[in-house]
Each structure stands twice: as structure tokens, then as C-alpha cells.
């Protein structure tokens, strides 16, 4: 589905990854594991076209990243990939659903379109009663959930998550990571996950292991 070929990224002086080679398949849960520095972090923003290598290629299902022009790329961005932070990044002053809908109207879809998708979500994800609430006013559990619905409205090819659970109490990760492992076996859906939870990388389908900017 996705192949990267001898990524290279560097800033500075600092070369932060060295050739790295890894395929990405679908339907399965990939885990990016290592020290802090290591990588993880650089690499998932490449595979997500947020920033580009200095060498190398992304293959998405053959399709050569690099030879899209920007326009292009956040086209395919916003139509391909959904994307989940640590700090959930909600817009404040927007309800759960209007935060939701925003990249399908960014996608050109219907204002109907955009909030009958995001209210399918909320139901799968339990979150329909705290559709018309601000981010203040739910639990940082129901922030990240709804940050989830968000990277899954425009039903993405991959969804790529940057300690996703990291700023969450133990119930509340435990319980983000059986949603991201039922979205996988309910939909097939793709998922691409840094993390430093090893019970949760063990689970996962797949995981790399960077250090000092290598696959080790």
C-alpha cells in the first residue's frame, strides 16, 4: 500500500534518518517504536506528506509523492490520510461535530454530507450525546475520541497517529487502543502509530524499531 525507499531527512548538521526502507500494508496496525530522538516523529510526518525527505521516494499504491505539486499533495492529504496527535488539537470555539465535519468541507462536501458521516461516527463511538459540546467540556478520553471521528471523516486510505494515548489516564488508554484495534477489524482500516506503549506496539500487526535514525 504505502513503500518508502531509503528516506533521508536531515536538519542541519543533525541527520535525523539514514536510509530508511519500510512497506506499509492494509488493513493492519503498524507501531513506530524508539528513544526519544531516534526518529519516529520525522518519519511519520514524511509518510504523511507534512514534510518532505531530502532523498528518497513515497510509493502511495505506486503513486510517487514527490511528483505531486503542493496543490496536489494536500488534495491527497486531506483525501487520504487522517491524522491523531498526543494533544488532541481541537478548535476551542467549535463544538465536537463542527470539529469533526471540517475536513469535509475542506474536501468540498455537503454540509448534510459532512455531519450524517460524523453523527455515523459519533454513534460507532459512543460520542453522540456530546455532539454539541466544546472540547472544555468533554473528557480528554472524548477529546481524543472525537480527534479519532475527525482523521476518519473523509474515510482515509491510512491514519497516522503520533502518541495518540500518551497524554490519556490508563482507562482512557486502554480504551483508545481496543477503538483503534476494533476500527481495524470492523472496517480495515490502516493505521500508522508512534508510541512508546510496548503492550500496545506488541499487539499491533507490525512493528519498526528506529534507532539513531535506522530500522533496527
Not at 154 to 173: C, F, H, I, K, M
Not at 181 to 195: M, P, W
Amino acid at each position: 500500500m504505502i513503500t518508502a525507499e531509503k528516506i533521508a531527512k536531515s536538519f542541519g548538521t543533525l541527520q535525523v534518518l539514514k536510509g530508511i526502507d519500510l512497506q506499509i500494508e492494509k488493513g493492519k496496525i503498524h507501531s513506530i517504536v524508539g528513544a526519544s530522538g531516534a526518529g519516529k516523529t520525522t518519519l511519520l510526518q514524511i509518510l504523511g506528506t507534512l514534510s518532505k525527505p531530502d532523498s528518497g521516494r513515497i510509493l502511495f499504491e505506486n503513486q510517487n509523492i514527490a511528483a505531486f505539486s503542493d496543490k496536489e499533495i494536500s488534495a491527497f492529504r486531506n483525501r487520504q490520510i487522517g491524522f491523531v496527535f498526543q494533544f488532541h488539537h481541537l478548535l476551542p470555539e467549535f463544538t465536537a461535530l463542527e470539529n469533526v465535519c471540517i475536513p469535509a468541507y475542506i474536501a468540498k462536501k455537503s454540509k448534510s454530507d459532512a455531519e450524517k458521516r460524523a453523527l455515523e461516527l459519533f454513534g460507532y463511538l459512543g460520542l453522540s450525546q456530546r455532539k454539541d459540546h466544546k472540547p472544555s467540556e468533554l473528557s480528554g478520553g472524548e477529546r481524543q475520541r472525537v480527534a479519532v471521528a475527525r482523521a476518519l471523516i473523509n474515510s482515509p486510505a491510512v491514519v497516522l497517529a503520533d502518541e495518540p494515548s500518551g497524554n490519556l489516564d490508563s482507562e482512557n488508554r486502554n480504551e483508545l487502543h481496543e477503538l483503534l484495534f476494533r476500527l481495524r477489524d470492523d472496517f480495515g482500516q490502516t493505521f500508522i502509530i508512534v508510541t512508546h506503549d510496548d503492550g500496545f506496539a506488541d499487539r499491533s500487526d507490525r512493528i519498526f524499531h528506529i534507532k539513531d535514525g535506522i530500522l533496527a
